[in-house]
């Protein structure tokens, strides 16, 4: 089964290149095959393999041998990964030997396997090109009003659960209004006052204090990093949406876990 999941993300992984590609240059990704960026040839079956075309043609168009960029390979591979933790994550081998709702428990894995996929188009969208995608928060909205309204619907939700997924959504949109209000547009942007909003309706309250927490210490590390290194400089722009998906992600896999972790054993720590 985690075999079947790790290729099943990387075909996910495929596609959301796909997307992340045709997004920028506001074409439809659901009419014409995809094609070399370079040469505009349309790819066969072969050279959609994901990780195995790369591999095998050794990073180039099997047509005009222009390079591919290593963003492809690298989102399929993270698609699979990430993929087969959240299924670890419901259907761990400790978990499959209590009793379950595993009805419950499936609707929960596919939604965060959805949830995974937008915040994977957030991560390299903003990474490369600097901006958070309106189409894509659009769809997500949308999205979330149908996936909770089923989970409402058959119970496995309350009312006050979806309460609490809307108050952290203001409550992440409008921390980062904040900044942008006290900093002028110099610290965030408006693309991380949507993705405050989305963080927010994925993880509710207390995961969207998780996901921040990673964000800013991950953002601050990377940004030292980058500087010490002579990479960019102070002025420099640096794409803050991928560590705000990052910490979505950790938040939205292991959440419970670090919150579990700090309160229990750090406070016993601090006790000391």
């Known amino acids: 089964m985690i075999i079947f999941i790790f290729i099943f993300g990387l075909v996910i992984g495929s596609f959301l290149n796909s997307v992340v590609f045709r997004l920028h240059k506001k074409q439809t990704f659901l009419v014409r095959r995809s094609y070399c960026p370079k040469c505009k040839h349309e790819l066969g079956s072969a050279d959609l393999v994901p990780l195995l075309s ?14 591919i960029s290593w963003q492809y390979p690298l989102v399929e591979l993270a698609a699979g990964i990430i993929f087969v933790l959240a299924f670890l994550k419901y259907f761990s081998p400790i978990l499959l030997l209590q009793p379950q709702n595993w009805d419950q428990e499936i609707i929960y894995f596919f939604r965060d396997l959805f949830y995974i996929s937008i915040l994977i188009i957030f991560f390299v969208y903003d990474l490369k090109y ?15 009003v149908a996936i909770n309204s089923v989970l409402i619907a058959a119970g496995w939700q309350s009312v006050g659960s979806f309460l609490n997924l809307a108050i952290a959504a203001l409550a992440g949109g409008l921390f980062f209004l904040i900044q942008i209000l006290i900093s002028k547009g110099k610290w965030v942007g408006g693309g991380d006052v949507r993705l405050g909003l989305v963080m927010g309706l994925m993880l509710g309250w207390p995961g969207l204090a998780v996901a921040l927490f990673i964000a800013y210490t991950s953002g601050a590390v990377v940004g030292i990093v980058l500087l010490f ?44």
């Open 54 to 67: 790369f591999l095998i043609q050794k990073g180039r168009c099997r047509y005009c041998r222009a390079k």
């Open 130 to 144: 600097y901006l958070i995608s309106d189409k894509v928060v659009a769809v997500f909205l949308i999205s979330f």
């Open 229 to 272: 290194s002579k990479i960019k400089k102070m002025k420099s722009m640096i794409p803050f949406g991928p560590f705000l998906a990052l910490g979505t992600f950790v938040a939205l896999l292991y959440g419970e876990r670090i919150l579990e972790w700090y309160w229990r054993d750090l406070g016993l720590f601090l006790l000391k």
